[in-house]
């Protein structure tokens, strides 16, 4: 099994990446934060508790997510493996992913980091604000606290998978395509 952590700041292109990557792959593409949106254009509960923290740019609750997790890999039994984009973004996530997984004698294979720097970042939500109608991307306020919650609550997730020899840093600056031949390639040497 291959299971990927995709890793990176909002604007990193994670989303974009893994689209491609699990349709190549034949992988599972978990997007919390996609969820989370279907959840609030459906108007369920859960979308409604979410909606205040993603219209501020803040984290849902670790355990609104964790749970959300937990039930999608339970309803894929048969996955070849997954691909995690946008989760774990708190040590408290990736750690509880680590437990969930070694409960069904899964693993993270490895957590691929997109690097891409601050001005870009912004520059990127920015144009994506424009043509998309994501709420989060409209506001330079929404999309600067992502950003600072990025550095303050995710980026520790580095030395969280460094230490467990799993760290790999990709350029994320580039062509979509161009980005995506070096993801690709090193998936493809993971499936070794
Ligand atoms: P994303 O599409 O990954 O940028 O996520 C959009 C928004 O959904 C984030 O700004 C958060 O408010 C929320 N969200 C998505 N994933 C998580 C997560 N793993 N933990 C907490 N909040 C999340």
């Not at 909002?10 to 593409?29: F, I, R, S, Y």
């Not at 309803?75 to 992913?97: C, H, M, S, V, Y």
């Amino acid at each position: 099994m291959l299971n990927i952590v995709l890793f990176g700041a909002p604007g990193a292109g994670k989303g974009t990446q893994a689209v491609m990557l699990a349709e190549k792959h034949e992988l599972v593409h978990l997007s919390t934060g996609d969820i989370l949106r279907k959840e609030l254009s459906s108007g369920t509960d859960l979308g409604k508790q979410a909606q205040q923290f993603m219209e501020k740019g803040e984290f849902v609750p670790d355990e609104v997510v964790i749970g959300m997790i937990r039930s999608q890999i339970e309803q894929n039994p048969n996955a070849k493996g997954f691909i995690f984009d946008g989760f774990p973004r708190t040590t408290a996530q990736a750690e509880a992913l680590d437990k969930m997984l070694s409960e069904k004698t899964m693993a993270i294979t490895s957590m691929i980091a997109l690097e891409v720097e601050n001005e870009e970042l912004v520059n990127r939500l920015m144009k994506r604000g424009e043509v998309s109608g994501r709420a989060d991307d409209q506001s330079l306020d929404v999309i600067s606290n992502r950003i600072d919650v990025y550095h303050q609550k995710t980026k520790p997730l580095i030395g969280y998978y460094d230490a467990q020899g799993k760290y790999n840093p990709i350029n994320g600056v580039g062509e979509i395509m161009e980005i995506f031949e070096r993801l690709s390639q090193f998936v493809g040497q993971l499936k070794g």
